[in-house]
T-cell receptor, first 114, second 113 residues
């Protein structure tokens, strides 16, 4: 089954404790992206990657890191989480071929930082 | 700057037709997407427009006018399960950010019996 998976689905952590949220897709998509969703602010792009070893900042990259060592994986790293990073996070992937740009989203990771 | 506007909330009656509007101002344009998102779930793809005109897909249609920076999503024969948020998103293009996808805040549609 074609899908984007994220782990963990739920996480409660404390300020300053490094964490990684994994994202994996099995559709051989070139493009992958991370978003956060907050009430009243909609979906905001954190980082995206057009292909292996190619990453770029979205609108809200501060406090986050990503890597794209393999085509299928795109982990999101919070080196020192803070309470303002409490949010619902989505990973997404797509082709980059014109006409096939629709993004497929993972199920989401609800992160709480205390 | 980059900006996408949609109404925050709409209400419609089961069986009716509803139109959700989206206006945008972005640096460059490489397509407009509509997504549906039920509460607590991931967004799911509905439609993609890159050229002017109407794209029809079953009960859902999407229209784009690039010169006006305007799109709408039309939902026909509304069903209770169509109660959800509808997200308008634009793929912006400039010299360094060829992959940026900018979302509007979403329109929460409530379908009533």
């Amino acid at each position: 089954e074609a899908q984007v998976t994220q782990n963990p689905r739920y996480l409660i952590t404390v300020t300053g404790k490094k964490l990684t949220v994994t994202c994996s897709q099995n559709m051989n998509h070139e493009y992958m992206s991370w978003y956060r969703q907050d009430p009243g602010l909609g979906l905001r792009q954190i980082y995206y990657s057009m292909n292996v070893e190619v990453t770029d900042k979205g609108d809200v990259p501060e406090g986050y890191k990503v890597s794209r060592k393999e085509k299928r994986n795109f982990p999101l790293i919070l080196e020192s989480p803070s309470p303002n990073q409490t949010s619902l996070y989505f990973c997404a992937s797509s082709r980059i071929k014109p006409g096939q740009l629709e993004q497929y989203f993972g199920p989401g990771t609800r992160l709480t930082v205390t | 700057g980059q900006n996408i506007d949609q109404p925050t909330e709409m209400t419609a009656t089961e069986g009716a037709i509803v139109q959700i509007n989206c206006t945008y101002q972005t640096s460059g344009f490489n397509g407009l997407f509509w997504y549906q998102q039920h509460a607590g779930e991931a967004p799911t793809f509905l439609s993609y427009n890159v050229l002017d005109g109407l794209e029809e897909k079953g009960r859902f249609s999407s229209f784009l006018s690039r010169s006006k920076g305007y799109s709408y999503l039309l939902l026909k024969e509304l069903q209770m399960k169509d109660s959800a948020s509808y997200l308008c998103a634009v793929r912006a293009v400039d010299r360094s950010n060829t992959g940026k996808l900018i979302f509007g805040q979403g329109t929460t549609l409530q379908v009533k019996p």
